[in-house]
C-alpha cells in the first residue's frame, strides 16, 4: 500500500466512524442514561429519513432546514412512546427489549401502509454532490457535512451532559436514582426527556443516511447492530462511543483497503466479540451504579 492510498483509506475511516457515531448517539443517550435497551432505533433512524422526505415533497421544506425538524418530529414520537410505553418498564430490561422490538415491526407496518414499499429519494443542493479533492484524496462533500454534523451534535451533547443544570440531574439519576429524588430531582421527567433527546438524534442520523441510501421502511435494520457494537464497545458512555466508532472505523476502512468491505466488516464484528470477551464493561465503564 502507497502512501496516498493509506492516507486515502485514513481519510474515508473518519468519514466511515462519523456515521457509526451519528447512529450511535442517539441510543448512548437512551442507554447510557436509563439503560433501555432499545430496539426499535433503526426504526427512529427510519422515520427521521421518512419526515425529511415528506417535508421536501409536502412542504417543499429545504433540505438544511429538515434536518432540524426531522429531529423534532421524531424526538416528539419518542416523547409519546417513552409516556405510553417506556415509562412502565423501567428497570425490566427483557420486557423493554421485546416491547421496542414489537414497536419496530409496528413503526414499519405502519410507514409501509402510509408510504408503500417503493423506495423514496431526499434530495440535496448540487454542491452537496460533487467531491473535495486534496491532492490523491478524493471525499464526498456530503461526508464532510456529516462529518461537521456529527462534531457540533457531539459537542452539544457533551455541553448539555457536562455543563448545566440539567445534565447534573441526567448524571445523578444514572448514579443513584434515590438520592437524586431526595434532591427534589425528577428521575421520571429526567428519563422523558432523555428518550426523547435520544429519539431525536436517531431522526437526524435518518435525515443523514436518507442522502446516501435509498429511503425504504426496512432501512433502519441496517443501522441498529452497528449502533448497538459502538454503544456497547464504547461502555455507554459519549466518549466511549466516539471512541469505539473513530477506532472501528479507521480500522474498516484499512483493512476494506486490503480486502474488500465484506471480509473488513467482519474481520471488525470478530475483533469486537473478542474484545467484549475479555473487557464486557467496554471501553470506558460508566462511574457509580445506576439504581
Known sequence: MDLGTLANALILGVSIASIWLVAALGLTVIYGTAGVINMAHGELIMLGAYSTYMLQ????????????????IVALVGLLLERGLIRYLYNRPLDTLLATCGVSLVLMQSVRLIFGSDPKYISVPEIFSSNIALGSVSISTFRVIILAVTALLVFGLWFLFYKTRFGVQVRAVMQNKEMA?????????VYMLTFSLGAGLAGVAGSLFGVLAIVL?????SYVVQSF?????????????????????????VLASFTNATLARFIIFVLIVVFLRFRPQGLFAQGGVRR
Not at 429524588?181 to 421527567?189: P, Q, T, V, W
Not at 421502511?217 to 435494520?221: E, F, K, R
Request: charged content about 5%; glycine content about 16%.
Open 181 to 189: 429524588a431526595s434532591f427534589g430531582i425528577n428521575a421520571g421527567r
Open 217 to 221: 421502511p426496512t432501512m433502519g435494520a
Open 229 to 253: 457494537l459502538m454503544v456497547v464497545v464504547g461502555g455507554g458512555s459519549l466518549a466511549g462511543s466516539v471512541a469505539a466508532s473513530a477506532a472501528t472505523g479507521e480500522m474498516q476502512s
Open 57 to 72: 415533497v409536502y412542504l417543499g421544506v429545504p433540505y438544511l432546514i429538515c434536518i432540524p425538524a426531522s429531529f423534532v
